[in-house]
């Protein structure tokens, strides 16, 4: 257990640090429906990383059961989303260096502000779950759980532990501005236009360490 929580909470910290969540609760706790829109959009994150995790752990579970060795199985896939991590990497940083992030938000993003808790939700589903660099390193979570030799009990504590550090820099904001909200928004609008003019270069190097990462437990894994 303590080996799978070893690999999987590292692989959290890349979802929990990307910048687009973190700009997006940052204008939904800025909206006219703050609390809401914060904890819809909380809910859907949640809901997003869960139905990955999930899905690729009990697949694992399902190929062991058929009498198959999972490992090898895992150790390609983890190759498979670590190239592809790579490749987001090389378009990022393309993008970055052709033309600086600097600028307007997106409409999708601007328009945060109107946003009913509805839409909140679908939008931190979407942010987690449709997120090409946030499904493949969920994947990679949800692989790792299933191949590992672990209870049902034990893979939905570590299911748990990675959707809760992938979550953190969604869920703590919200909790605190439910305590405190005059305290953190200016830090928090601080945050956010960092990440609005460095989010490429941030999340290429996010997708080059994990890239790397995985391809390595997966060549690991043979």
């Known amino acids: 257990m303590n080996e799978v929580l070893g690999s999987i909470l590292p692989l959290s910290m890349g979802v929990a640090l990307g910048p ?35 899905v690729l752990t009990f697949a694992l579970d399902a190929l062991d ?14 190759i498979i989303l670590g190239s592809a991590l790579l490749v987001m990497a090389a378009r ?52 790792t759980i299933g191949a590992a030799d672990l209870s049902l009990n034990a893979e939905i504590w570590a299911m748990s532990a990675y959707i809760v550090f992938a979550s953190l820099t969604v869920l703590v904001p919200v909790a605190v501005y439910l305590i405190a909200p005059r305290k953190v928004a200016v830090p928090l609008r601080a945050v956010m236009q960092w990440l609005q003019v460095n989010h490429s270069i941030m999340t290429g190097l996010l997708l080059v360490v994990f890239g790397f990462i995985l391809i390595g437990n997966g060549l690991g894994s043979f």
């Open 65 to 78: 059961g058929a009498g198959n060795d999972p490992g090898p199985m895992a150790g390609v896939v983890r």
């Open 92 to 143: 990022k940083f393309i993008k970055r260096f052709g033309t600086s992030d600097a600028g307007p938000l997106p409409r999708w993003m601007a328009s945060a502000t109107s946003y009913s808790p509805g839409r909140s939700a679908v939008m931190g589903l979407t942010l987690s779950a449709a997120n090409p660099k946030n499904f493949a390193i969920t994947a990679a979570a949800g692989v």
């Open 20 to 54: 687009f969540p973190i700009i997006m609760i940052v204008l939904l706790l800025g909206s006219a429906r703050p609390n809401a829109n914060g904890l819809a959009f909380l809910s859907g994150w949640v809901v997003g990383l869960a139905a990955i995790v999930a």
